[in-house]
């Protein structure tokens, strides 16, 4: 059986990621970049993918959480004979201590300390390149450590435990050892790409590294400004955002994760390990209300950077360093999370039209807008050209944000994010004063979309508005329009598809993005995690806070121990499905969070004055 998905939690240092399981396994690591090949990818194929575990010898029970306000992993065993933990964490270095001294362009640090009693452990690192399709020669360095290399990338795992306790194959390298209460053995497991390898010292400053990682996540968890309701979930939502993030560019992916199934044993599986430029507004606005600036400009930046290869149009989705070319291939030699086929790298979508992205972006610019004093003529000029994209396909028929396969049609939830993009703009120009704007043709062009959404995308014979012009089928990204401000979500109209929805999509309280439509893809899906945090937050903006608060609290009973969501999560089993985590499902919880609050102190506001 495989591991469920809630069983893993997630480390990372902002350019790299792994998941490490509840029983002590390292079972999906890529290096040196997030998209880069695997090293372990057990959780794809638990035979060929590749792990490092380290876990007690015998029976045991064990948990996972995260030290609080930091991104260290903890997981904690029991043994009839005594309780250990282990520590996991990809190391962080200030700027200052990258200066000051040479080191390896990752480590990855795994501490083994003994609680009480003693516990005997075993250890078994087996890495795997190229998502399991080769085994690594592995060599005994002696106090080098044990040393593998496949093209540029140099890997190295140093230990503090005594050489004759340490056996090293061909493949493999295993361990026993006991351990009594207040010991300590520390592994290290460094990437360099550079030779001769930098090598990190283990005995003397190991742990210190450890605390030191600690420091440096208690102290940027403690820039979060948000003081409300559920404020434990939405710090552990942004610590979750910015493992997610790629320091270098800026920019912030999907999911750190490949294939994982909407539906076990179902096609739909997907790389996730890339930026989608219709995460950009909810994402701007979410590290701007939570006192993460410099985090929002450096995404703002990447945004502008990375679309300057496609200008003047926008792809839907690029890599962490801006490339455009995501070409969509099978790994045929892994047998799938759950033998769930195919496994896939690359990703499609690269090559779809959704026009929706233009409104995300140009919406996640007028959000930004109020932390900077102008934009610079190349930036001007991109944007300007966005609305005139806008105005010219607008009324072209594109994918959708759901990226369905089955072909081009009109949806209702483009054509508001493309009201959106003109929208924001007129807003901008007369904020800024852009005296060359044709903001008369972007108004008027605004006024055609918002028509023609009133006239197409609303049918009166069933009082909702549809997913697409003419339709008869409602779809869950409607539920964005009273969030981007098309509507008011007490509008009758939006009063009236909020209740369709829920009446057709939603299930044990989670909801679906759509049902029984026909998207190109073979099986079915869970329901979808952003999905329901945009219900949370209609429903709180229409007044009804209960409802709103019930929805909210299920997705919360559905996370992980971590604390962690992945893309959907199965209504009848409360299994987690699809990527995980998922960025774009946790930043769905911190605007649900704050929305909730904001009607609440309203509500408390407003009963106060009344008496």
């Known amino acids: 059986m495989a591991t469920p998905l809630s069983d893993y939690g997630l480390i990372g240092n902002a350019r790299a990621a792994a998941l490490v399981s509840v029983t002590g396994a390292i079972e999906w690591c890529c290096l040196p970049q997030f998209d880069s090949p695997s090293i372990f990818a057990a959780i794809l194929d638990q035979d060929h993918g590749g792990f490092f575990f ?55 640090l795994r501490v083994v300390e003994v609680i009480s009693g003693t516990v005997k452990f075993k250890m078994e690192y087996a890495p795997r390149t190229f998502y399991g399709k080769n085994t690594p020669r592995l060599k005994d360095r002696n106090r080098l450590g044990i040393h593998f290399a496949w093209k540029e990338n140099i890997y190295t795992l140093l230990s503090t435990l005594p050489p004759e306790d340490l056996r090293v194959h061909e493949s493999a390298a295993t361990s026993e050892f006991s351990l009594k209460a207040g010991c300590q053995i520390i592994f290290s497991l460094s990437y360099s790409s550079q030779s001769p390898a930098v090598l990190p010292e283990l005995h003397k400053t190991g742990f210190s590294r450890m605390k030191q990682t600690i420091r440096f996540w208690q102290n940027w968890s403690s820039r979060c400004n948000y003081t409300g309701l559920y404020h434990e979930e939405v710090k552990r939502s942004v610590l979750a955002l910015k ?89 045929d030699w892994l047998s799938g999370y759950q033998n769930s086929l195919p496994v896939r790298i690359g990703n499609g979508a690269d090559t779809q039209f959704q026009i929706d992205v233009y409104g995300e972006v140009l919406d996640a610019i007028y959000a930004y807008a109020p932390l900077v004093k102008s934009f610079d003529y190349d930036s001007r000029k991109f944007l300007l050209g966005l609305g005139q994209i806008i105005c010219r396909l607008w009324n072209k028929p ?44 972007f108004s008027q062009t605004a006024a055609r979309i918002k028509e ?134 946790h930043i769905g919880l911190i605007n649900a969070a704050i929305s ?8 408390n506001i407003q009963s106060y004055e009344h008496k």
């Open 243 to 331: 493992l997610l993030s790629h320091a270098p560019s800026g920019a912030i992916i999907a999911a750190p994760t490949t294939s994982l199934p909407e539906q076990v044993e179902g096609e739909r599986n997907w790389d996730y390990r890339y930026c989608w430029l219709r995460d950009a507004s909810f994402t701007v606005r979410v590290l701007i209300k939570l006192g993460y600036t410099e985090e929002a400009h450096a995404y703002m930046n990447w945004i502008l950077h990375a679309t300057r290869l496609t200008r003047p149009e926008m792809q839907v989705v690029y890599s962490v360093f801006g490339h455009s070319s995501l070409k969509e291939q099978t790994l």
């Open 54 to 108: 380290i876990r007690p010898a015998g029976f045991y029970t064990s948990s996972q959480r995260y030290l609080p306000d930091t991104n260290v992993l903890e997981t904690l065993f029991e043994t009839s004979e005594g309780k250990a933990r282990l520590l996991d964490a990809f190391t962080a270095q200030t700027e200052e201590d990258k200066s000051q001294s040479l080191f390896p362009d990752h480590e990855l």
């Open 452 to 585: 023609a959404v009133e006239q197409f995308g609303y049918n009166p014979e069933l009082e909702t508005y549809t997913r697409e012009f003419g339709g008869k089928e409602v779809d869950a990204s409607l539920l964005t329009l009273p969030l981007v401000g098309f509507c008011e979500a007490t509008a009758p109209r939006m009063r009236a598809t909020t209740s369709t929805i829920c009446q057709q999509l939603l299930k044990n309280n989670l909801l679906y993005r759509y049902r029984d439509v026909a998207d190109g893809l073979q099986g079915g899906e869970g329901s979808f995690g952003i999905c329901s945090f945009w219900l949370v937050e209609v429903l709180a903006k229409a007044g009804e806070l209960e409802k709103a608060k019930e929805l909210f609290d299920t997705m919360l009973h559905h996370a992980s121990p971590t604390g962690l969501l992945s893309e959907e999560i199965d209504p009848d089993t409360g299994e987690l499905l699809g990527n995980y985590p998922q960025g774009f499902t």
């Open 398 to 441: 594109d994918n959708g944000i759901w990226e369905v396969r089955s072909g081009l049609v009109h949806h209702t939830h483009s054509k508001v994010m493309a009201w959106v993009g003109l929208d924001r703009l007129v807003k901008l120009a007369q904020r800024y004063n852009w005296h060359k704007a044709p903001v008369q043709e």
């Open 596 to 603: 909730i609050n904001e009607v609440y102190q309203q509500q």
